[in-house]
């Protein structure tokens, strides 16, 4: 048996740490001294905790450390697991570089260019814009949700939009020049970008985007828009992505979206109505038939625990529907409380996510 001391300088976790993973359940001692309440541990320990110290040191949650600890026999899902908080970490970096450069352009502006150009398709761009405007907010107290969010890269531009109720993400890619950038664009200028980018005889397939934290302009064929952003901070709607977008989705049914939006709009279609706000909203509750398929459920089933059950606004599903339509779409569940992902099968960069309503 070794003692908490000798397990400290074994692992490289300190004594302290040993104790608050002891106490969380994550590495218990294999005995405790009822007299002197001293931990004792083996050698089969050793090689348990050295894993955790190493996942401590590269910032690994805690709830990933016990799972990876619970099956590190199972390479593969330890990979899984490390893979998926590497990509948090690159993702936390760039969200730091993009901050830094805007702290930077604040501190000393006229040092650090932030305008990026790009050019993109603008059939693209204007699907973008089409699979987000929906889910941006109406609420007056919220403003920053009463837009879009722009985020300019390398690799093109990415739209987010969200009034909390629902998010909606979408990718138009292009040739970029420039530094990184995002801008906040007030839902009347992403209208008027919109009605730049409409189809018609003779006019370029290109549209010529270009990003400043304070300004945005869209050109095409010569004839451009420009918008001045709004200074508020979007919320960070990454951790949603990371919570369930990277995940393993329960279930994923690839549906009809003629067929779906029939049923939802029929007649005799089963709702529930709860009250959000004061005013009544009607939920469609979802889930699957005896194939696997999505069916809408019944009201008095919508409480059954042993079906796989998600209750959404229905409004605001249709409006989903509309925005990712390209005749087939995929809607992942996974239960009642967590989001349902709305997904294009052949872009992995459009999607949206509403949130679920108690059942």
């Known amino acids: 048996m070794r003692s908490i001391g000798e397990l400290a300088r074994a692992s490289g976790l300190t004594v302290s740490a040993l104790r608050f993973y002891d106490r969380s359940g994550v590495l218990a001692p294999a005995r405790v001294d009822p007299g002197t309440g001293y931990r004792w541990y083996t050698d089969d320990q050793v090689?348990?905790?050295?894993?955790?110290?190493?996942?401590?040191?590269?910032?690994?949650p805690l709830a990933g450390i016990a799972e990876a600890l619970a099956h590190r026999h199972e390479p593969a899902v330890v990979h899984r697991l490390l893979d998926a908080h590497l990509r948090r970490l690159e993702d936390g970096l760039a969200d730091a570089r993009r901050e830094l450069s805007r702290i930077r352009a604040l501190i000393d502006p006229e040092e650090i260019p932030m305008t990026t150009r790009l050019v993109l398709d603008r059939a693209d761009l204007a699907a973008a814009v089409d699979a987000v405007r929906f889910a941006v907010g109406a609420d007056p107290e919220l403003p920053a949700l009463s837009a879009v969010l722009l985020e300019a890269g390398s690799e093109g531009v990415r739209l987010v939009a969200t009034d909390r109720h629902r998010l909606a993400v979408a990718r138009a890619v292009g040739k970029a020049d420039g530094p990184e950038v995002r801008a906040l664009l007030p839902a009347g200028a992403v209208d008027e970008f919109r009605a730049l980018l409409?189809?018609?005889?003779?006019?370029?397939?290109?549209?010529?985007l270009t990003v400043a934290p304070d300004r945005v302009e869209v050109?095409?064929?010569?004839?451009?828009?420009?918008?001045?952003?709004?200074?508020?901070?979007?919320?960070?709607y990454r951790r949603l992505l990371h919570v369930h977008v990277e995940g393993a989705p329960?279930?994923?049914?690839?549906?009809?979206?003629?067929?779906?939006?029939?049923a939802l709009t029929a007649d005799d279609v089963p709702v529930l109505l709860r009250e959000y706000a004061g005013a009544p909203v009607e939920v469609t509750v979802l889930g699957l038939d005896d194939r696997g398929g999505l069916r809408v459920v019944e009201p008095e089933e919508a409480a059954d625990p042993d079906g796989v059950r998600v209750g959404v606004n229905r409004e605001y599903l249709l409006e989903a529907l509309d925005a990712g339509d390209r005749g087939q779409l995929v809607l992942e569940l996974d239960g009642p409380i967590t989001p349902l992902a709305v997904r294009r099968p052949d872009d992995a960069d459009a999607f949206s996510i509403l949130m679920p309503i108690r059942l």
Not at 47 to 60: D, H, I
């Open 47 to 60: 090689a348990p905790a050295r894993l955790v110290a190493g996942l401590r040191r590269v910032g690994m």
């Open 250 to 262: 329960a279930y994923r049914i690839q549906v009809d979206v003629a067929a779906l939006r029939g």
């Open 198 to 208: 409409e189809p018609g005889e003779g006019i370029s397939p290109e549209a010529h």
């Open 219 to 236: 050109s095409v064929a010569g004839h451009a828009v420009a918008a001045a952003t709004l200074p508020y901070d979007f919320p960070d």
